[in-house]
């Protein structure tokens, strides 16, 4: 568990990380190995979730080595999909990261939404939902790691 005091949001405990796969962790269907190297660090602290439709095919083969529970979306409605796994979780207790317009709901309702600008781009409907906005999935995951990053940011 990750547990940090922020002035004005009180005291947060995180104990779920539920991650989309494509245009949030992975580009083009991949899984950066410094990105892989930072979820290993964080997995020892708290449960790992990567939700996806698998756009790119490449889900099951990406995350091999890491350790999370792959989720997949199925049907059309994705976006659905992902906030009915999300509300599995005690929510007060979560973090969603997320780049897409299926992501908005799980950023709206996880106690953190982080979203990611990233190089396939963020839509504008998960940027309004999100607490945090951050340029890549890298810094997302050392606001975990580094949690007084978190305090320097969303302090009142």
């Known amino acids: 568990m990750i547990s ?8 947060m ?10 245009g949030t962790l992975a580009t083009d269907g991949k899984v950066p190995s410094e990105v892989k190297k930072k979820i290993s660090a964080l997995a020892g602290r708290v449960k790992i979730y990567v939700l996806t439709a698998d756009t790119q095919g490449t889900a099951t083969e990406e995350i091999r080595e890491m350790k999370v529970d792959l989720v997949k ?4 409605d994705s976006k659905e ?14 973090v969603a990261m ?10 709206k309702e996880a106690a953190l939404g982080i979203a990611i600008l990233g190089d396939e781009g963020i839509s504008v409907t998960a940027l309004k939902q999100a607490d945090i ?5 890298s810094d997302a995951l050392d606001l975990l790691l580094k949690p007084k990053r978190l305090m320097a940011t969303l302090r009142e």
Request: hydrophobic share 40%; aromatic share 6%.
């Open 133 to 137: 906005m951050v340029k890549d999935i």
């Open 13 to 22: 405990e995180i104990e779920n990380v539920v991650l989309d796969l494509n």
């Open 98 to 107: 997320g780049n897409g317009n299926n992501d908005e709901l799980i950023l």
């Open 73 to 76: 979306v199925e049907g059309k």
């Open 81 to 94: 999909g992902k906030f009915n796994f999300l509300k599995s979780l005690d929510l007060e207790k979560t």
């Open 4 to 11: 940090i005091d922020i002035p004005g949001w009180g005291n």
